[in-house]
């Protein structure tokens, strides 16, 4: 069992930037994949990036790509989501997950997350 918890999220304005932080606790031993995902109003859920379980590969949605940057450092069992140059379009519920699998990062998908935090608000204003 692994418990993620998420934090960081808050309101802004557009342009501003803002990092999220995802703490995993539990059996995070197994090499989890991290991803971050969105859920903006009255919208279904929807991906945004995924890193590997050693950090040294990653994937974006086009959204955010050359905006968002996902790391990690798995000493503290946390994983980050840098966003900058926000838009009024980012506003959403920000949820992480974690995904144990042998399957490429590019079959990603909210269906296939194996944990999920509770979430936390970006709000970015215009």
């Known amino acids: 069992q692994v418990q993620v918890v998420e934090s960081g999220g808050g309101l802004v304005q557009a342009g501003d930037s803002l990092r999220l932080s995802c703490v995993a606790s539990g059996r995070t031993g197994s090499g989890y994949h991290i991803g971050w995902f969105r859920q903006p109003p009255g919208k279904e859920r929807e991906f945004v990036a995924i890193?590997?379980?050693?950090?040294?590969?990653?994937i974006y949605a086009n959204s955010v790509k050359g905006r968002f940057t996902i790391s990690r450092d798995n000493a503290k069992n946390t994983a980050y989501l840098q966003m900058d140059s926000l838009k009024s379009g980012d506003t959403a519920v920000y949820y992480c997950?974690?995904?144990?699998?042998?399957?490429?990062?590019?079959?990603?998908?909210?269906?296939?997350?194996?944990?999920w935090g509770q979430g936390t608000l970006v709000t970015v204003s215009s």
């Open positions: 890193i590997n379980w050693s950090g040294d590969s990653t």
């Open positions: 997950a974690a995904w144990r699998t042998m399957r490429p990062l590019e079959a990603a998908r909210v269906d296939r997350m194996d944990y």
